[in-house]
């Protein structure tokens, strides 16, 4: 089977060892690092050997069209290196036996000690001292400067999977009361709390349920109007209404929010606001625990298996 790689991070995160499983499993690597058109490489679209395309979504600008790959012969798979699959336009490969698998809970830690880290910053209301210039007048900056201590305080995090129990332990481990929400998830070790509760109590708050057209409509805009005027909130996962969030700050009404945002867009926002971009995945570990995951989808392809089949 081949394997055609359409990856600029390739050469940098491929190991020998990863190499040699690959080798091991006679799978026929053809890796392209140079970002262009998919249709540029001829080779894809020629002859009738059986093929799997794997694709970091960074690379086609994180949208894949079904004309893409539409004309590929004997395209047997779509293997992404990322846990997000809506870029991937499925409807041509679901209508046609083309099986679509992502890369699943590989930067757990990272984006869970990301999460901290906005925490941090906006706990001690570093992003207002970033724009600000870190001033320090000794007769009023101490006072409009204040942080907030966040030992012994109430977090709460909404949706319990793999990215909120990490965030959940941590924020234990540093002193704070965690409760969460979760549709089906019951997790002994903290307390269950309903969302009218949580955002009328809580002094953090972390979403961190999947993205769907349900979840999407989880925090609507009377439970942020509940929020007390000390409460921070985390966003890992891009809240639809995070712009009715950031008014909240600028008004005053919360403590702060921190976000991921579009590049060099720190300055935009005003008041106790972090926003910072898509950094949450890029580790060492988170990197290497993708390729791995992403190699495993290759080898279990080329003997016919799929376990993190999306479609």
């Known amino acids: 089977m081949k394997a055609f790689?359409?990856?600029p991070l390739w050469n940098d995160l491929i190991s020998e060892d990863l190499l040699g499983e690959l080798r091991d499993s006679n799978i026929e690597l053809i890796v392209t690092t140079k970002i262009a058109p998919l249709i540029d490489c001829k080779e894809l679209f020629e002859g009738d050997d059986e093929r799997i395309i794997c694709v970091n979504p960074d690379?086609?600008?994180?949208?894949?069209?079904?004309?893409?790959?539409?004309?590929?012969?004997n395209l047997k798979a779509i293997l992404g290196a990322a846990t997000s699959f809506?870029?991937?336009d499925a409807s041509y490969a679901n209508d046609n036996g083309i099986t679509i698998a992502n890369v699943r809970s590989f930067s757990t830690q990272a984006v869970a000690e990301w999460a901290i880290a906005m925490l941090f910053n906006v706990s001690r209301q570093v992003p207002r001292l970033i724009k600000d210039g870190f001033p320090l007048d000794f007769d009023k900056d101490f006072m409009k400067y204040r942080g907030l201590e966040l030992h012994g305080k109430t977090a709460a995090i909404i949706g319990l999977?793999?990215?909120?129990?990490?965030i959940a332990e941590r924020l234990k481990g540093l002193g704070l009361n965690i409760v969460y929400w979760s549709k089906n998830t019951r997790n002994n070790e903290y307390k269950f709390s309903e969302l009218d509760d949580i955002f009328e109590t809580a002094d953090v708050i972390v979403p961190a349920f999947a993205h769907n057209d349900e979840t999407d409509a989880l925090i609507t805009d009377e439970l942020l109007a509940k929020l007390k005027s000390s409460a921070i909130i985390i966003d890992i996962i891009e809240l639809k209404n995070k712009d009715k969030v950031i008014e909240l700050v600028k008004e005053g009404k919360i403590f702060g929010f921190g976000f991921e945002a579009k590049p060099n867009s720190f300055d935009k926002y005003e008041g106790?606001?972090?926003a910072a971009p898509a950094y949450a995945w890029v580790t060492d570990g988170s990197m290497n625990n993708m390729m791995t995951k992403w190699v495993e989808n290759?080898?279990?392809?080329?003997?016919d298996r799929f376990p993190n089949k999306i479609n």
């Open 5 to 7: 790689i359409f990856d």
């Open 59 to 73: 690379y086609v600008n994180w949208k894949l069209k079904s004309d893409d790959y539409k004309n590929i012969p």
């Open 86 to 88: 809506s870029w991937i």
């Open 161 to 166: 999977g793999h990215n909120g129990i990490a």
């Open 272 to 274: 106790n606001v972090w």
């Open 298 to 303: 290759m080898i279990d392809a080329a003997s």
